[in-house]
């Protein structure tokens, strides 16, 4: 294994390496998939820990993991396994390279079995840093381009495959996240600091009591909202949105290390309100 991974804060690796020894011993025996598997390295970690590995990559000729196969898989097409046969999934650094990121994650929720973990960490789109390069020009950072088709066009081999493989194209926040796996049958377990992003908090006290204030009011005003809907179920809703809006670590992480729980299976998923829902013939 490679210990400039493990030995290097900065490294998501590193914290990815944290938390599977914390819970190492829930991993024993266990089947948990590597997607996108990369070069080997969470394989071979969760090896090492007793864990049963199923590696798969859009472009498995990175992988270089002796012993242990890397499939090809397009996730937006389908992983090539069974349904409900992992018991966790780990999706590092991946999820902001698709494009169809619902489907992702009802892939991923139709792989894991019932109450199985999903792990995704992705470069943060929800610290003030980010918030203002991309206000300022709708970039990843102030020091880059917004996506582009020279930057963030990763690889593209027709002899491979006829995918595409996009950079960070489809940076996603934490509420995009949130939402996206309430709505394939997931919730949020844990969300983890990493580490400190310094243009965030030269940012903080300039920024966070105008967001602190806008949050708060927000959630007032749509509390007041649709006196149909029962008020535990709005403040079940709003109140995990306003937390995660209002969180000073969730705006100074330097990176984002989600860990959801699958709930219950996509399919049987529902958020149908009539008192919200319009009909076709009713005017907007």
């Known amino acids: 294994m490679d210990n400039k991974h493990t030995q290097n804060p900065k490294d998501i690796k590193y914290h990815v390496t944290k938390y599977l020894h914390r819970i190492q011993d829930q991993l024993q025996g266990k089947t948990v998939i590597d997607l996108p598997a990369g070069s080997g390295f ?57 494009s169809d990121q619902l489907q992702v994650f009802k892939e991923f929720n139709r792989v894991l079995k019932q109450n199985g973990t999903l792990i995704i960490t992705t470069p943060s789109y929800s610290n003030l840093a980010a918030k203002f390069s991309y206000i300022m020009f709708e970039s990843e950072t102030s020091s880059q381009m917004p996506p582009n088709e020279i930057n963030d066009i990763w690889m593209d081999d027709q002899s491979v495959s006829t995918e595409i493989y996009h950079g960070h194209i489809f940076l996603i ?106 009909s076709f013939d009713q005017e907007t």
Not at 73 to 93: F, H, R, S, W, Y
Not at 199 to 222: A, C, D, E, M, N
């Open 42 to 98: 969470t394989s071979q970690l969760l090896l090492n820990m007793g864990a049963k590995v199923r590696a798969f990559d859009l472009f498995p000729e990175y992988f270089k993991l002796k012993g242990v196969s890397c499939e090809r898989a397009d996730v937006t097409q389908g992983i090539p396994v069974k349904n409900n046969i992992a018991d966790m999934l780990i999706c590092q650094e991946g999820i902001e390279h698709f």
């Open 173 to 278: 926040g934490l509420q995009k996240l949130r939402i996206l796996a309430r709505l394939a049958g997931f919730n949020i377990k844990e969300i983890r600091y990493v580490r400190l992003s310094r243009g965030s908090l030269v940012l903080f006290p300039f920024l966070y009591p105008l967001i602190l204030i806008r949050s708060l009011l927000t959630y007032q005003k749509h509390m007041r909202k649709l006196p149909k809907i029962s008020e535990s179920k709005k403040k079940e809703v709003y109140q995990e949105q306003l937390r995660i809006n209002i969180n000073p670590k969730h705006l100074l992480n330097k990176h984002t290390f989600i860990v959801f729980e699958k709930e219950k299976d996509s399919k049987d998923v529902s958020f149908k309100y009539d008192e919200v829902l319009k």
